[in-house]
């Protein structure tokens, strides 16, 4: 079988309202080696970042103020400048319908909080390798 | 008595109640149950009870079958009760159903008796509750969030080196962000189990290594207990089709109790 070429993680694109946990989650990605971490607090401040900022992978909270999660990632999976950026959830909406809604607005993964900030990027890599082999981003 | 003032009375209770004879022909029907379900109480009298409630009538939806259940004659001197949905197609009624057997004075059995109570408060209650539990999961999880993912990086080493007492104090923190996890997961599990909304992710399972891996995660515990956990499988335990996760919660909910409620150094 032909071995799969994963993506290179170099920046990434935050949307997150609570500040207190995008420290977590950028402290976090500059553990797993991603130092280029963009900081967005909410889907509307996400969308407007996403065309400038170009990022290789794109972490979306679901409950944020202007625009959630859930909308941000239908509007990015419809822009046919950003569907192919992969889009995973880290959320502490953990009911089973809720990650449902989540994959089924097209992210690649859904990700519970509290989450392991020191595994954080190699489960980021663990969906993106799942997501490579199903051959969607 | 009459028949009358017996009407009066069980037409005053806020319960519906219905009578059917051994025929599971419609003896008597209350008007609490009539206002409940929108039906014509003198449509129902003398009719078989499949028909009122069957899906044989198409205009009837299949579920309302489910209110007339049990065969006066073979289910006779059974008495029991279930939670039922009623629906007209257009809205659904929760009720209790209680049933038992209809006597005559002389003691000989002559139907089947039964009782609807209104559940659609409880089951507003009931969502409230799933509802209020499922926000507070969420709230207590973004604090949490933080305060974990702050204390494993430090731990980690991520914000450079530590002394060994404040080490110490870190790993409390740390033990103790896991245990108040633990505790809303469990709480959400709860109010899942409640409402019927668990859902089971059954695979091929080794239970050998479910186990060792709930005892692995105990050892700590078990060690300040003065307690050794040991282990002992049977050869050739065949693999089981079961949820993992759900299987290692049950195992480790069951040592962790059996080390909290065992005397100190009792060995293994």
């Not at chain 1, 920046?11 to 420290?23: C, F, G, N, R, T």
């Not at chain 1, 402290?27 to 130092?35: D, K, Q, W």
Request: hydrophobic share 40%; with cysteine.
């Amino acid at each position: 079988m032909d071995s799969l070429k994963l993506p290179t993680i170099h920046k990434v694109l935050v949307a997150e309202d609570d500040p207190d946990i995008q420290k977590v989650i950028r402290m976090s990605l500059r553990h797993g080696g991603v130092n280029d971490v963009v900081l967005t607090a909410d889907g509307r401040e996400c969308l407007a970042a996403v065309d400038r900022e170009r990022p290789d992978l794109i972490l979306l909270d679901v409950s944020m103020p202007n625009l959630d999660g859930y909308q941000t990632c239908v509007q990015l999976k419809a822009n046919p400048e950003t569907k192919c950026i992969p889009v995973i959830f880290l959320t502490a909406k953990v009911q089973m319908h809720e990650a449902e809604v989540g994959i089924k607005s097209g992210a690649l993964g859904y990700l519970s909080k509290p989450f392991d900030p020191l595994t954080l990027h190699e489960q980021i890599l663990a969906l993106l390798a799942k997501g490579a082999a199903r051959g969607n981003p | 008595m009459n028949d009358s003032s017996c009407t009066c009375i069980l037409d005053s209770l806020t319960s519906g109640i219905l009578a059917v004879d051994l025929d599971s022909r419609v003896l008597f029907v209350s008007a609490a149950l009539c206002r409940r379900l929108g039906l014509e109480r003198d449509a129902w009298l003398g009719k078989p009870a499949a028909e009122l409630f069957g899906p044989a009538n198409p205009r009837i939806p299949a579920k309302r079958s489910a209110l007339y259940r049990l065969d006066p004659r073979r289910d006779g001197a059974k008495s029991e009760y279930r939670e039922i949905e009623w629906s007209d197609g257009n809205r659904i009624v929760h009720l209790r159903e209680d049933s038992s057997p209809l006597y005559d004075q002389a003691g000989q059995l002559t139907g089947r008796l039964f009782a609807y109570h209104d559940l659609s408060w409880e089951k507003t209650i009931d969502q409230m509750k799933s509802e209020f539990i499922a926000v507070a999961s969420h709230e207590l999880r973004t604090p949490m969030t933080s305060i974990k993912g702050s204390v494993d990086l430090i731990l980690g080493g991520c914000a450079g080196e530590v002394s060994s007492e404040a080490l110490e104090l870190l790993e409390v923190a740390h033990s103790a962000c896991d245990r108040m996890i633990r505790l809303i997961n469990n709480i959400l599990d709860l109010s899942k189990i409640e409402a019927g909304q668990i859902q089971l992710h059954l695979e091929r399972i080794d239970l050998a290594i479910v186990v060792e891996r709930s005892l692995r995660s105990l050892n700590a515990l078990a060690g300040q207990a003065g307690i050794t956990l040991k282990q002992n499988f049977p050869n050739g335990l065949p693999p089981v089709d079961a949820d993992r996760d759900r299987i290692e919660q049950v195992i480790t909910n069951l040592v962790s109790n059996a080390i909290k409620f065992s005397p100190a150094n009792r060995g293994s």
